[in-house]
């Protein structure tokens, strides 16, 4: 039930008549033309055995092409080194009006395919064969947004207009990328303590960073919460009135 190289030999066992002598009595012989190699060839391909295999096969980047293989095998489990069957590639979820794909075969028995979105999101895959479900589907394919881009970002909230010295104010950033997907993947955000001084303090912790601009000279906290669904809660504590400018920039 393996496929693979095998050798095949085919021995004769000489056995002498008792009273009777001869060199090859008693000796093993083997036949003409032996021993010499087979080759076992897997057997047709079965849609139970069949895995799909790769990095994109099961997570994916909105606006990135994902790339993935179908390895084709026989009812044994056997991996085909040729082919061109027919697999089809079926993703269903947020993006919709998504056709369904056939396979490219690469001539070593796996079968390429591929996927292109901009919704972002959980997406169920499917892959057939005849009708049949391949074994590893279907499975599911999570979309996550692209990197945040700060032109379809915005401030939103109270905290933005007006606040109270010595009192915390908040206010929300929404994230999205460029294809307007909530963006909630970067949790690590500033917590930070510093002083104001005349003209730029950049937070330069991680992304999402922080600019706030200013002249005084005073005690400013400032911390930030990644919620759900590309939400930022910035809290800021002030000591002294006046006006203030509040700049948000992302990388």
């Not at 909105?62 to 061109?84: C, H, L, M, P, W």
Request: aromatic share 8%.
């Amino acid at each position: 039930t393996v496929s693979g190289t095998y050798t095949l030999s085919v021995e004769l066992l000489y056995k002498c008549e008792p009273g009777l002598s001869h060199l090859d009595c008693g000796k093993n012989l083997s036949v003409a033309d032996t021993p010499n190699n087979a080759t076992l060839i897997p057997g047709n391909v079965t849609a139970q055995q069949c895995k799909s295999f790769g990095a994109d096969v099961s997570q994916g980047v909105a606006g990135v092409r994902g790339t993935f293989y179908i390895q084709a095998a026989d009812e044994y489990g056997n991996k085909q080194t040729s082919g061109s069957e027919v697999f089809v590639v079926e993703i269903t979820g947020p993006q919709i009006n998504v056709e369904s794909k056939i396979a490219v075969p690469q001539g070593d028995g796996t079968f390429l395919a591929n996927y292109f979105f901009t919704v972002s999101g959980a997406y169920s895959m499917s892959i057939k064969i005849g009708g049949v479900e391949i074994g590893d589907t279907p499975h599911l394919l999570t979309v996550f947004p692209a990197v945040i881009v700060p032109a379809n970002s915005l401030a939103r909230g109270g905290g933005l207009t007006i606040a109270t010295a010595g009192q915390v104010t908040t206010f929300e950033v929404v994230a999205r990328d460029l294809y307007g997907n909530l963006q909630d993947v970067y949790d690590d955000y500033p917590m930070t303590a510093l002083a104001c001084l005349d003209g730029i303090e950049v937070v330069e912790n991680k992304r999402p960073r922080w600019l706030k601009v200013d002249r005084c000279v005073h005690l400013i906290n400032v911390s930030s919460t990644a919620m759900t669904d590309g939400r930022y809660n910035l809290q800021v504590l002030s000591t002294r009135s006046g006006h203030f400018r509040v700049d948000i920039a992302f990388g």
